[in-house]
Structure formats: structure tokens, C-alpha cells
């Protein structure tokens, strides 16, 4: 059962143009999300999350929405940039509730994103 | 920032051997550590969940035998993969988050790339 859904496996994008990544999801119960970027071979790593209570957030040249009622956020890059060319995850939690399970992440599939120069 | 440091970041092994990847949270301290793995071209799966001073929690489909877990302190989780088949080769990834937070990004290491021979 997949959560978390990156419909897109690919998307190319001109430098300086916007680049918007797409994810869904089905659980009710996440109240955060995530996107990491990451290059083969390592680690992703932290771009930008945003919670349930807020529709949007902002930080440079990324900006992540989010729709709850469609379940549906999007991860706006503007300027795209070379060097943004990587695969991109969204990943979502649930509510902190204590005990051992908080901090677990439910990631999609991923969106390989290339930056043309 | 925080730093999770991975070690090691390749590992080559022969099948039916053991092999340990270590998780270090750096600046933090982690009573929740988490594993995943990533297949080529495939999302990140969550593997386990392993906590400090208990037992790990599994995912369903994961051998807990065969994935040995050990959180023996604050700052550092280990993942033992025993005697190693080839199909076990893979790319192997810790996270953690600040211990006592709420809403916050998970940190992740570098990743270990495994390849049994």
C-alpha cells in the first residue's frame, strides 16, 4: 500500500525555468511533510517541510504547498538550477503521540529532476 | 547543523559472511534511530525502527534475524546483516531526529552501499 506517491518518475526543466514536483497521499493521518533531494550513492537531504496546519512555505528558491483537502503537495523550485538536478523524495509523518515510533517517514517513490542548462 | 554519520560507505563482503554498518548521531542525541534500504531505481523502504536500550521494531517482511538491530546508546545504532546472500546487496540508510522534538526534519547518513559476492 503505497502512502505516499510520486506519480512522476522524471522531469526536465530549463535553467532559470520553474521546476514543480508532485506528490499525493492517501493516509489522513500525516500532519508533516518532507522533501529531501538525493544524489546516487548518499543520503537524502533536507530541503524543505512544511505542517499540516499551514498551506505553504517558503525558503529561497524553494516553496512547498500544500492542499489537504486534495491530500496534494508540490515542491516549487524557481529558478531551476543545474546543480538542482537530483532525484527528489517527498515523505510524510504522523502526529507525535510519544513513545518509540515517532520520526518514522513514509517516503515516495521519487522524482528524478534534470536541469538543462 | 546535526549530522547522522554513516560508516561504512562501501562495504564488499563474501555470501555467508556478517556485516556490521554503524549509525552515529553526532550532535544530538537519538533514542530512535531508523534503517532503510533502496533498491536501485526504488524508493527508500523502512526496514526497522530501533530503539535505545530496547528491542528494534521491525517492519512486516523484514527478518529480524537476519537484520540484527543494536541501539546500545544515545548516539549510535547498528545494523548487522547476517550471513549475507547477494540478494542482499544494496544501499543501506540510517536517519535520526532531536530527541524531544516535534515536527522537525529527519537527518540521514551518508547511506553504505553493500555488495555481497
Known amino acids: 500500500d503505497q502512502q505516499v506517491k510520486q506519480n512522476s518518475p522524471s522531469l526536465s526543466v530549463q535553467e532559470g525555468r520553474i521546476s514543480i514536483l508532485n506528490c499525493d497521499y492517501t493516509n489522513s493521518m500525516f500532519d508533516y511533510f518532507l522533501w529531501y533531494k538525493k544524489y546516487p550513492a548518499e543520503g537524502p537531504t533536507f530541503l524543505i517541510s512544511i505542517s499540516s496546519i499551514k498551506d505553504k512555505n517558503e525558503d529561497g528558491r524553494f516553496t512547498v504547498f500544500l492542499n489537504k483537502s486534495a491530500k496534494h503537495l508540490s515542491l516549487h523550485i524557481v529558478p531551476s538550477q543545474p546543480g538542482d538536478s537530483a532525484v527528489y523524495f517527498c515523505a510524510a509523518s504522523r502526529p507525535f503521540r510519544g513513545g518509540t515510533s515517532y520520526g518514522k517517514l513514509t517516503f515516495g517513490q521519487g522524482t528524478i529532476l534534470t536541469v538543462h542548462p | 547543523g546535526a549530522v547522522v554519520s554513516q560508516h561504512p560507505s562501501r562495504v564488499i563482503c563474501k555470501s555467508g559472511t556478517s556485516v556490521k554498518i554503524e549509525c552515529r548521531s553526532l550532535d544530538f542525541q537519538a533514542t530512535t534511530m531508523f534503517w532503510y534500504r533502496q533498491f536501485p531505481k526504488q524508493s527508500l523502504m523502512l526496514m526497522a525502527t530501533?530503539?535505545?536500550?530496547?528491542?528494534?521494531?521491525?517492519e512486516q517482511g523484514v527478518e529480524k534475524d537476519k537484520f540484527l538491530i543494536n541501539h546500545a546508546s544515545l548516539t549510535l545504532s547498528t545494523l548487522t546483516v547476517t550471513s549475507a546472500h547477494p540478494e542482499d546487496s544494496s544501499f543501506y540508510i540510517c536517519?535520526?531526529?532531536?530527541?524531544?522534538?516535534?515536527?522537525?526534519?529527519?537527518?540521514f547518513g551518508q547511506g553504505t552501499r553493500l555488495t555481497v559476492v
Open positions: 530501533s530503539n535505545e536500550g530496547s528491542k528494534a521494531t521491525y
Open positions: 536517519s535520526a531526529r532531536r530527541q524531544f522534538t516535534v515536527n522537525t526534519e529527519a537527518f
